[in-house]
Nanobody, 123 residues
Framework: QVQLVESGGGLVQPGGSLRLSCAAS????????IGWFRQAPGKQREGVSY???????YYAASAGGRFTMSRDKVKNTVYLQMNSLKPGDTTVYYC?????????????????WGRGTEVTVST
């Protein structure tokens, strides 16, 4: 059974940092394209960053050079390091996976999703 589990969300002050984790079971992330998405209440889900076995990671404008994706093959986990967080980053973050070797930017292209982790940026 494939499972993606996000963690690492929480409450942080503006300007602070968080590292989100996406731990996979039932699949080897090495062979999968990964996306981080976020969705605020009442809004459409938006892509934040994407990574794939081939090529470099891509970051949406909203990431603004503040976010970095990385992979740990041994732990079968993908990370999203988020720095200089802003109140506008407050929302639920999801990771998703699809067995593709190139970047996938549309949410409908992803087969597996986690349940999300909540990030709140506030004083």
């Amino acid at each position: 059974q494939v499972q993606l589990v996000e963690s690492g969300g929480g409450l942080v002050q503006p300007g602070g940092s968080l590292r989100l984790s996406c731990a996979a079971s039932g699949l080897a992330l090495t062979h999968y394209a990964i996306g981080w998405f976020r969705q605020a209440p009442g809004k459409q889900r938006e892509g934040v960053s994407y990574d794939a076995p081939i090529g470099d990671a891509y970051y949406a404008a909203s990431a603004g050079g503040r976010f970095t994706m990385s992979r740990d093959k041994v732990k079968n986990t993908v990370y999203l390091q988020m720095n200089s967080l802003k109140p506008g980053d407050t929302t639920v973050y999801y990771c998703a996976a699809v067995i593709k070797e190139v970047l996938m930017s549309r949410e409908e292209e992803y087969d597996y999703w986690g349940r999300g982790t909540e990030v709140t940026v506030s004083t």
